[in-house]
């Protein structure tokens, strides 16, 4: 299990601009992106056990962020 931070600009390096002119322009996509990263920290706080958590639940915000970044990448592809 990696311990490495998956933020959206490593996730998606050559979408870059994309992301921060839907950031300025489309709320959804804002909202979205604000979401995972929320999501984001608190499974890479989960996995450094600053705040640990069950075991269940860690998988669960996994899967949701995994879902969120998918939904995300739905909305770059067609940028």
Known sequence: MSNTPHELADEFPDK???????????????????EYHALNRAVHRAETNVEPIEELAEVELRKKRGALKDEIWSILAKA
Request: aromatic fraction near 6%; charged fraction near 25%.
């Open 16 to 34: 870059i601009e994309a992301m921060s002119q839907l950031k300025q322009s489309d709320a959804h996509f804002s909202k979205l992106a604000d």
